[in-house]
């Protein structure tokens, strides 16, 4: 039931304060402010290397919660595509954990990533939005992100789901290896209950996202720029509008920029920029501005990004989730003003049990 929402892909943007509330509850104690026992026969201070597999959106969580295992928890991590991890010869480690994310629980790859490296590692947790689904039961542990049924086939509160529960995940392991102490863990917890509240005021900023699409609407191609935690957070926006909009779209990590992709910018580039607050926003700014001198339109997208999307403002850490949700947005609108099917879009089915 699509309720009021004009598409189903609407709907599931706007579900996010409660799926991520809903998520939230069964991981973290925000009276107590700790973690709750989630994952109880998963021990990190036996595990000392992470590997998460996915495909598509869930593969882009797994980018940034590299990023949170080796910040928070102190642990090597590795990503991989699960089509090509499968294949390739992997070296693996005695105390290695290795991670598959799927929303469905049933893309062919993922699962088939996940059979072939049992009795090959320590462990092997998957993070499902379906309890029922051969990755649950394939798996050792699982974390169910309970975000409801997705139906519009662009990924959007499962992606977000993701991205908390790996989050909690580096944690739990941050805790189990000694990594985070009582008052950082705090600390750490008082930014994942400030989440709902967050995505609230990023949705609220619709109406200027769609003043944007309406922009970016005629283009042919598109970038999407960003560093850091941010960086994934560009490949997803990206992904997100050529699903859904056809319009062929980019990210890249904005430092990558001037090693080719800069001969690209003339001004029917639009280059969105996700410009956020950090030691290295100075440096994302002044690759936006090499871009502005090459005659390419740019749209900021940050807290303090004037004239752009003024985004609310958090803590670093939680960042990505308002990325996360002004990209769904944006792509949502620039289908809606292009009149592309939203939520079937062409060529793409919800499920992938084929390679
Ligand atoms: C993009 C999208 C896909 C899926 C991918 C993996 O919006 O939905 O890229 O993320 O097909 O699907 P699951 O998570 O079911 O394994």
């Known amino acids: 039931d699509k309720g009021p929402y004009r598409h ?12 991520i509330a809903r998520l939230l509850a069964s991981v973290a104690d925000t009276h107590a402010m700790t973690m709750k026992p989630f994952l109880p026969d998963l021990d990190f201070s036996k595990i000392d290397k992470v590997t998460l597999v996915a495909c598509g959106t869930a593969y882009y969580a797994c980018h940034v919660a590299k990023t949170w295992f080796e910040e928070i928890a102190g642990i090597s991590a590795e990503i991989d595509i699960a089509s090509e991890y499968r294949y390739r010869k992997r070296i693996h480690a005695p105390r290695e954990l290795v991670i598959v994310v799927s929303q469905s629980g049933e893309t062919a790859d993922t699962l088939a990533a996940l059979k072939d490296v049992r009795g090959h590692v320590a462990a092997r947790l998957g993070v499902v939005n379906v309890a029922t689904s051969s990755i649950a039961r394939e798996a050792d542990h699982v974390v169910d992100i309970e975000v409801g049924p997705e139906i519009g086939v662009a990924s959007t509160k499962a992606f977000t789901g993701q991205m908390l529960a790996l ?3 580096a944690l739990k392991a941050g805790v189990e290896r000694g990594q985070i102490d009582k008052a950082h863990l705090a600390s750490l917890v008082q930014d994942l209950a400030s989440l709902p509240r967050i995505m609230s005021e990023t949705i609220a900023l619709e109406g200027r996202v769609s003043e944007v699409a309406q922009e970016i609407a005629p283009a042919r191609d598109a970038i999407f720029i960003g560093r850091g935690l941010q960086y994934p957070m560009a490949l997803e926006a ?7 909009s056809y319009i062929h779209a980019d990210g890249y990590a904005a430092g990558e920029l001037k090693h080719g992709p800069i001969a690209l910018i003339d001004r029917d580039m639009p280059v969105i920029v996700f ?3 950090g030691p290295l926003q100075g ?3 002044s690759n936006a501005a090499e871009v502005a001198a090459r005659g390419g339109r740019v749209w900021h997208v940050g807290h303090d990004a004037k004239g752009g999307i003024q985004t609310p403002e958090c803590p670093d850490r939680v ?3 308002v ?3 002004v990209a769904q947005m944006l792509a949502y609108h620039v289908a809606l003003a292009k009149g592309t099917d939203v939520d079937q879009p062409r060529n793409l089915a919800k499920s992938v049990t084929v390679e």
């Open 238 to 244: 990206a992904l997100k509008l050529k699903e859904i």
């Open 275 to 277: 410009d956020s607050a």
């Open 323 to 325: 990325y996360a949700v």
């Open 167 to 169: 989050l909690s995940v």
């Open 283 to 285: 440096k994302t700014r």
């Open 8 to 19: 189903f892909m609407l709907k599931e943007i706007h579900d996010q304060p409660q799926s």
């Open 319 to 321: 960042l990505p989730f």
